[in-house]
């Protein structure tokens, strides 16, 4: 009889392993089809099972696949996206090809192009920022000047807030145009440049699997004109009211875009009109997101995930009630990692579930205003939000490093004490 394979389609920094291991546990054989298998250090390790194959290419997808069929029996098919997030519908495609459960390709084509996301919100009355398409310079000026500044210039498609600035002036605006459209943005069709009104207020992001809510956390971020997570947060410190006017517009998303399959992320400011919807991810959440729904509430959204593709009854049932908490470490500076230490010392402490780095001595450091800006997080989790602040401070407390700024710029060393050391960091109150 053969063995039984989850195909997973490219890979991810910090949900491959997850895949690849509950995938393990289920009795099934993880297979990885990347265009790039080397770029990702977990499918180096024994016993992970990689094919070369470009991608972007359903055909050859669905031939490589096609001949993994002749050997495995195929249970499922999934797959990660990096700043291209297209490959959540190729992954629905190959499943309607291969009459396995996924996701519906239009639905999730729909959402990645965050233009016609809008549109589809906008036409179910589903709040959401004042926002302009603009193609060029003249047409982010001419949108930011109806929109009315401060306002957000980001890509109409990707991931990570990768190419997203805050713009609160008019050079600010320029800046970012240039940009975007002067050849440092890398777009992988022909620009386009949604140009919203800046939604202020506490970010809060809905996890849901199907139709169910499974926890709505709360986050924060640097200083701007960046967005990048200082702090996560499972659950968020609301009350059942807030709660549910968060839910009932979550599934208000799942119905204007025809989702309900598998998992999603919707984010939220929380401004004077209440929840305001920035994006519909029709995704899990990346970074440590799925382990803080773990720990705060018993549910593992990778495992149930896989059980749904590959025919499986899922249990969505909550069996804890904690508090837990990721707080990131930030470079404060360019220039090269001469070291950085304390990690174990922190890991050692009470209630501190993870603490992983994501970068080695003597890596080059260039911050880019986004979730590459991150050098590694700390997950704390205990019975209440006191207590898991608490321990998350002491442990960040613990670790140290220093960067040497690159010769170009300017000489000697700085030691940055810890990364909160810069920027206070504050649940979201309302």
């Known amino acids: 009889m053969p063995a039984t394979a989850l195909i997973l389609i490219e890979g991810h920094s910090r949900l491959g392993p997850l895949y690849v291991k509950a995938a393990q546990r289920l009795g099934l054989h993880p297979i990885t089809l990347s265009a790039d298998p080397a ?73 990645y192009d965050k233009f016609i996301q809008r549109q589809l919100l906008t036409q179910a009355g589903v709040p959401m920022p004042t926002y302009r398409l603009a193609t060029n310079a003249t047409n982010v000026e001419s949108s930011a000047a109806e929109i009315g500044l401060p306002v957000i210039l980001k890509p109409a498609s990707g991931s990570g807030s990768i190419g997203v600035r805050l713009c609160r002036n008019a050079d600010e605006l320029a800046e970012h145009t240039t940009y975007l459209l002067g050849g440092k943005h890398i777009w992988r069709s022909s620009p386009r440049i949604l140009v919203e009104e800046f939604a202020q207020g506490p970010y809060y992001s809905a996890d849901i699997m199907g139709e169910e809510i499974i926890g709505i956390a709360a986050g924060n971020f640097g200083r701007p004109p960046h967005f990048v997570f200082r702090e996560y947060l499972h659950p ?35 401004t004077k009109r209440g929840p305001v919807v920035i994006e519909v991810n029709p995704r899990l959440a990346g970074g440590p997101n799925p382990r803080l729904v773990q720990l705060a509430y018993g549910v593992d959204l990778v495992t149930e995930h896989i059980k749904l593709l590959i025919g499986e009854e899922w249990n969505l049932s909550r069996r804890l009630s904690n508090v ?86 300017c000489e000697g060393q700085t030691t940055a004490p810890h990364p909160s050391a810069s920027v206070e960091v504050e649940l979201p109150k309302k």
């Open 324 to 409: 837990a908490a990721a707080r990131f470490l930030i470079a404060d500076q360019d220039g090269t990692l001469d070291w950085i230490n304390g990690d174990g010392r922190a890991a050692a402490l009470p209630r501190v579930d993870e603490v992983e780095l994501y970068v080695n001595a003597k890596t080059p450091i260039v911050r880019n205003g986004d979730y590459r800006d991150r050098i590694g997080h700390v997950i704390a989790t205990s019975p209440s939000l006191a207590q898991t602040e608490a321990i998350l401070e002491r442990a960040v407390n613990m670790i140290s490093w220093s960067i040497s700024p690159f010769p170009t710029l």
């Open 236 to 270: 968020a410190p609301l009350n059942d009211g807030d709660f549910k006017r968060i839910a009932d517009v979550s599934l208000s998303c799942l119905r204007a875009l025809d989702l309900g399959w598998g998992p999603t992320n919707i984010e939220f400011r929380w």
């Open 39 to 111: 770029g990702y250090d977990y499918l180096a390790i024994e016993g992970n099972e990689t094919i070369r194959v470009d991608t972007d290419n359903l055909d050859a997808l669905i031939h490589e696949c096609s001949q993994l069929g002749k050997g495995y029996h195929i249970a499922g098919i999934t797959g990660f996206a990096g700043e291209d997030e297209s490959v959540y519908a190729t992954v629905g495609k190959l499943c309607r090809y291969f009459d396995l459960p996924g996701p519906n390709p239009t639905s999730v084509e729909q959402c």
